[in-house]
Every structure is written in C-alpha cells, then in structure tokens.
C-alpha cells in the first residue's frame, strides 16, 4: 500500500502526466510485487524558482519519494530502484537525475478503514 508522490520541475513533462505516473505504478509493481489496484501517487511539478537541485542535475531532475510499509527485502528494493529507472528512461530522464526515497513505517502506524493496517488483510505480501 505504497503512498507515491513524484516531484519534478514543470514544463517537460507535457501532456505525458498520465504516463509518468503510471510509468512508476508499474515500477512499484514490479519492484514490490504490489497488485495492480493498489495505486496512491501524486505528482507535483514545481516552477524554477520553487526547486534547487544539484547542480550537476539536468531539468528533468526527479524525487520520487514512496512511503510503505516495512519489512520489504534488499531485493525487492533493488528491484524497484531498477524498474523505476527503466520506466523512466522512457521519458528521456538518465538515472543519474532520478532520486528515490522509501520512507518505511510498521504496518500499525497506517489507518485504513477506521484499522491499523496490522488488523486487516492486505491481500499481497509486504516480506517479498
């Protein structure tokens, strides 16, 4: 049950917003083993004047930043951090202007359904 959010600078990406975002659903899949109705992503786009990369970053310099439950393996990050460069490569983004953070937290600190997330049957398995 990962909660996405993909930070970038505004202008080129287009009209491809969709696509990107499901460029990292499919990551998110392949490198979590998640299903595929299990979608929370943003994306937020930022002026020039509102961002400061590295400067040694291109303007497609983007943060994908993906809170989750702990408990996932070495691999299966690995696995994610892969997929998401490869997705991406398709929008002309090099992996060295791709940052990804996974925020991890136990499964009780998420509500769901009026529930900790440790109550309830999640339907897929987070130790992949």
Known sequence: ????????????????????????????????LIPD?????????????AMIAPPNKGPRYTVIEIK???????EAKRRLYQAIVEELSAFDVP???IKTVLIESDPVNWGLHGKPASEIDLGFKIDV
């Open 1 to 32: 049950m990962p909660s996405t959010r993909i930070e970038t600078r505004d202008g080129w990406i287009g009209g491809r917003r969709r696509e990107l975002i499901e460029a990292v659903q499919r990551a998110l899949i392949a490198g979590l």
């Open 37 to 49: 109705d299990d979608r929370c992503i943003f994306l937020q786009e930022f002026n020039d004047d």
């Open 68 to 74: 989750l439950f702990s408990g996932r393996s070495v």
């Open 95 to 97: 992996a060295s202007d």
